[in-house]
């Protein structure tokens, strides 16, 4: 019993540091890497990233199902997913009519498939891989649910209507992936909620989408 606790308190500390790597990427991404327009360090350091994260799943013994890549529990993933983005897009909608401010178009569909690859990026980070480690860490799932969102929400600085919306989607993509695990729709739902905010409001509220130093210009 003794050596289970020294292990789980063990796991629970690697668990920790891993999260703290990642999201140290994730601010640096934000706040140098990004905004220094150097594409091969972009891609240099998330290759550096992605590889870390999967020799962490390889370590803690976990399969593509449990970090997200399956289509066996799509469903249930689907239906909870679809009630909670179209709620949101007839708040967004809803809004940005009385705003006058939709732009729905041509260009917001090629966004949309564009955007995908980025909201793939994000999740298989910020939703996989700290779901996984917060898992080690709390007991509830509202309690990694929310830490999660916490985590999302705040790399989106100094945007405060970024900071808004992902903590409330970040809180529930995790607490649905927690039982639920599913990052194609989960990256559906950040990419249509995400091209609608940018599409649906105007610049004075959503200011462009922007986060970090490029938020100031």
Not at 44 to 58: D, M, N, P, Y
Request: hydrophobic letters at 55%; one cysteine or more.
């Amino acid at each position: 019993m003794e050596q289970q606790i020294k292990s789980k308190r063990a796991y629970a500390v690697i668990s920790a540091l891993e999260i703290s790597v990642i999201y140290l990427y994730a601010f640096c991404l934000v706040w140098f890497i990004a905004p220094a327009k150097n594409i091969w360090l972009v891609i240099g350091t998330a290759i550096c990233a992605a590889i870390f994260t999967l020799v962490s799943h390889r370590f803690h013994g976990e399969t593509m199902a449990s970090i997200g890549i399956r289509f066996d529990n799509i469903r249930l993933s689907i239906k909870y997913h679809a009630l909670f983005t179209i709620i949101c897009l007839i708040i967004i909608g809803s809004w940005g009519f009385m705003l006058g401010s939709l732009g729905w178009n041509r260009g917001a569909i090629m966004k949309l498939f564009e955007y995908f690859f980025w909201a793939a990026f994000q999740q298989f980070f910020f939703l996989s891989f700290f779901t996984l480690r917060l898992k080690c860490l709390l007991r509830f799932r509202y309690e990694v649910a929310l830490v999660n969102a916490l985590l999302f929400s705040f790399i989106h600085a100094p945007n405060l209507f970024l900071i808004t919306a992902t903590f409330i989607s970040g809180y529930f993509w995790t607490y649905v992936f927690y039982r639920y695990p599913n990052l194609l729709v989960s990256t559906f739902s950040h990419a249509i909620l995400a091209v609608a905010l940018l599409r649906g409001l105007p610049e004075a509220i959503n200011h462009g989408m922007r986060i970090g130093p490029i938020y100031y210009h």
